[in-house]
Structure formats: structure tokens, C-alpha cells
């Protein structure tokens, strides 16, 4: 068979029976990215990026940082797990800064907690923070920059999330009467570009590929017909948010097998984010833990497999895989044999493989 003429001089599927191969081969034909279908993606990939600069117009913020930027900054960044507070100073060394910053374990009564909860744990802690800074009432005002992460939103689960909407509603029209301002909102892909080129003007995309996948990159107003009215002269800079996990959510040119549609179907977002459902970390572990087939209980739930479950595998020695058991062991309570880690290694070198092609 031709899955297991690749893997041969390594012994991986040595002793597999006859119907299993079979059965691998048909799992690695599902993932497989040739050549050609990739130019196909690349000329599509591209084709949308060129749409979305022609369309849809919105009001846009120009220009990128040069590194000479100074001043003093506050940072409230909302996690999972931590609510971190951070003073940022962008010094007068071209890129140079310098931060001080606490961090605050957030409390597991929140998951069960209203939004009133969390905005008052987050006024407490940066009434602490700034005290330990001796920023004071009356001392001149400094700017804040608010980060909320998608994993705290999964963390807190808030049972009044509407609640969460009518606050900034209000905090909206508080604002207005105090005439504080908003500079910007971005989300943290154009965050990441924006810092880094701080750092070197010449970065010009920024990338998160972590439990999603997202970029941001660097385009000329020339180039964007749809702000042509706007009056903005060509050369001048702007920030282009991707969005790109949701490319080809029409399956166009993106092919899904019956892995993926399983997926795709318990997700939250049932026919959303397409790309990112193959190559994201959240969704990488699936396609292993739905390949077992089988009732073994802990793998019953969905995400249980982190991407880091198949590094580990992909990365453990093949003569023993002891490492891989004891994950199994520990994480799912399940004492496979030899040639069952081997057959999981396979599985997931074979997902991760498409991944990294798409």
C-alpha cells in the first residue's frame, strides 16, 4: 500500500494488519493537499483579498508607527485565566520602551458571576495598580487601551451577556457626556502589527495563529478602490484586518471531508470559518480524537485533544513512545498498546501535514 511504502524504513505501521492500512490510506487520501489544488486556494486566497479592498466602505484610520512615538500608556488586558494591568512607557530611544505590570488571578466565582462582577473586579485592580504607580486624581489624564481576549469570554460563561451590551451601551453615552474619547478599536491581529512596527517600521503584517488564525497587513491607499472618495492620497498607509479564517466558508475551492463536516457541525458556528477550523489549533486535535471510533469516554468531549496532544506525539521517540502513553494515561485514561500510538502518531502527522500546507 502506498501509505505504508512512505512510513517503512521507520517501522511506524510494521505489523498493522491488512483492513487498518486500508483504512489509513482512505484517512490520508481525505487529507491530502496536491500541488495543484494549493494554486487553486493561493489564486482564490487572493482573489478575495483583492474583493475586499473594492467594497464595503467603512471609515479608516491611517497610517502606521515610526518608533519616534512617545508618552505614557495605561494596558488592562482580559484573559482566560488572569487580568493583567501594565504601564507603558514608549521612550525616546527610537523604538524604545519600558513596562510595569501586575497580574491578577481571576477568581472562579466568575464563571457563575454577572458582568456587574467582572467590571468591578477590574476597577479594583486598576484602582490598585495605579495607586502602586502614585498615579493620582488630578494628575493629567492617560491614555487606556482594553483587551479582551476570546477565552475570557469562554472563561467567565456571564449569565446575563446582554447585560455585557447594555454596559457598554451606557458606558458609550457616560463617556460622551465626560467627552472622553475613543482613539481606536482593533482587534489583536492589527494590535500585533501595530506593536511590532513600533519596534521596526519595516514589519508589515501581523499574524495570530494560535486557538484561531488571523492577519493583518500593511496596504497603500492606492491600491483600495473603495476609499478612492475618501480623498486619501496614494502611498499613504493603511492597516487591512484579513479575517482570513473565514476564507472560502462557500467550500469553493477549500475541500471538506467527513472529519471536517463533523466538526464544522458541533462548532458554534456551524458553516463559519472554514479555514480555520483546518489549520487552527483549537480544531487541530478533532480529527484525532474522532479517528478513535470508539466509546473511551474522556475523548467523548470535543476539544479534549489539544494541538499540543499531536506535537507531543509527532515529537516522541518511536521505538517506546512512552510519552505519548502517559499523555493517554493522564489525559484520557487509556492504556493503548505499541501499535496503536503508532497508528495515532500516523493520524496526526497526516492532519498536522495538511495544516501546515493550507
Same mark, same amino acid.
Given at each position: 500500500m502506498a501509505i505504508a511504502a512512505a512510513v517503512s524504513s521507520n517501522d511506524l505501521l510494521k505489523g498493522v494488519p491488512e483492513n487498518v492500512l486500508r483504512e489509513l490510506q482512505k484517512i490520508k487520501s481525505m487529507f491530502t493537499i496536491n500541488r495543484e489544488t494549493l494554486r487553486t486556494v493561493t489564486d482564490k486566497f487572493v482573489a478575495e483579498l483583492e474583493n475586499?479592498?473594492?467594497?464595503?466602505?467603512?471609515?479608516?484610520?491611517?497610517?502606521?508607527?515610526?518608533?519616534?512615538?512617545?508618552?505614557?500608556?495605561i494596558?488592562?488586558?482580559?484573559?482566560?485565566?488572569?487580568?493583567?494591568?501594565?504601564?507603558?512607557?514608549?521612550?525616546?530611544?527610537?523604538?524604545?520602551?519600558?513596562?510595569?505590570?501586575?497580574?491578577?488571578?481571576?477568581?472562579?466565582?466568575?464563571?457563575?458571576?454577572?458582568?456587574?462582577?467582572?467590571?468591578?473586579?477590574?476597577?479594583?485592580?486598576?484602582?490598585?495598580?495605579?495607586?502602586?504607580?502614585?498615579?493620582?486624581?488630578?494628575?493629567e489624564a492617560l491614555p487606556l487601551a482594553f483587551t479582551v481576549g476570546r477565552r475570557a469570554l469562554i472563561f467567565l460563561a456571564l449569565r446575563d451577556m446582554t447585560s455585557l451590551l447594555s454596559w457598554s451601551l451606557s458606558l458609550h453615552r457616560e463617556y460622551s457626556a465626560r467627552e472622553d474619547r475613543g482613539v481606536a478599536l482593533v482587534n489583536d491581529t492589527t494590535g500585533t502589527l501595530m506593536a511590532t512596527a513600533y519596534?521596526?517600521?519595516?514589519?508589515?503584517?501581523?499574524?495570530?495563529?494560535?486557538?484561531?488564525?488571523?492577519?493583518?497587513? %500593511?496596504?497603500?491607499?492606492? /491600491?483600495?478602490?473603495?476609499? @478612492?472618495?475618501? *480623498?486619501? +492620497?496614494?502611498?499613504?498607509?493603511?492597516?487591512?484586518?484579513?479575517?482570513?479564517?473565514?476564507?472560502?466558508?462557500?467550500?469553493?475551492?477549500?475541500?471538506?471531508?467527513?472529519?471536517?463536516?463533523?466538526?464544522?457541525?458541533?462548532?458554534?458556528?456551524?458553516?463559519?470559518?472554514?479555514?480555520?477550523?483546518m489549520v487552527a489549533a483549537l480544531y487541530l486535535g478533532e480529527p484525532v480524537r474522532l479517528f478513535a471510533g470508539c466509546d473511551l469516554s474522556r475523548l467523548d468531549c %470535543?476539544?479534549?485533544?489539544? /494541538?499540543?496532544?499531536?506535537? @507531543?506525539?509527532? *515529537?516522541? +521517540?518511536?521505538?517506546?513512545?512512552?510519552?505519548?502513553?502517559?499523555?493517554?494515561?493522564?489525559?484520557?485514561?487509556i492504556e493503548p498498546k505499541i501499535q496503536e500510538l503508532k497508528i495515532s502518531r500516523l493520524v496526526a502527522e497526516i492532519v498536522c501535514t495538511r495544516a501546515a500546507r493550507l
Open positions: 475586499g479592498l473594492s467594497s464595503h466602505e467603512s471609515e479608516i484610520a491611517t497610517g502606521r508607527p515610526t518608533g519616534q512615538e512617545q508618552g505614557t500608556f494596558t488592562i488586558g482580559l484573559g482566560g485565566t488572569n487580568l493583567r494591568v501594565c504601564r507603558v512607557e514608549l521612550t525616546e530611544e527610537l523604538g524604545g520602551y519600558e513596562i510595569t505590570q501586575r497580574k491578577f488571578k481571576l477568581p472562579v466565582q466568575l464563571r457563575q458571576g454577572t458582568v456587574n462582577d467582572l467590571w468591578a473586579l477590574v476597577a479594583d485592580k486598576l484602582e490598585e495598580f495605579l495607586e502602586s504607580q502614585h498615579i493620582t486624581k488630578g494628575m519596534k521596526d517600521p519595516q514589519v508589515s503584517i501581523g499574524s495570530i495563529f494560535g486557538t484561531g488564525c488571523n492577519a493583518a497587513y %500593511i496596504e497603500d491607499c492606492g /491600491s483600495i478602490p473603495k476609499i @478612492a472618495s475618501y *480623498g486619501i +492620497p496614494a502611498g499613504k498607509e493603511i492597516a487591512i484586518n484579513t479575517e482570513y479564517g473565514a476564507f472560502d466558508n462557500s467550500h469553493s475551492v477549500l475541500s471538506r471531508n467527513m472529519f471536517d463536516e463533523a466538526i464544522d457541525s458541533t462548532s458554534p458556528r456551524p458553516g463559519q470559518q472554514t479555514y480555520e477550523k %470535543i476539544h479534549s485533544m489539544e /494541538s499540543s496532544f499531536l506535537s @507531543a506525539m509527532e *515529537g516522541d +521517540p518511536l521505538d517506546s513512545m512512552e510519552e505519548t502513553r502517559a499523555l493517554f494515561r493522564e489525559q484520557f485514561d
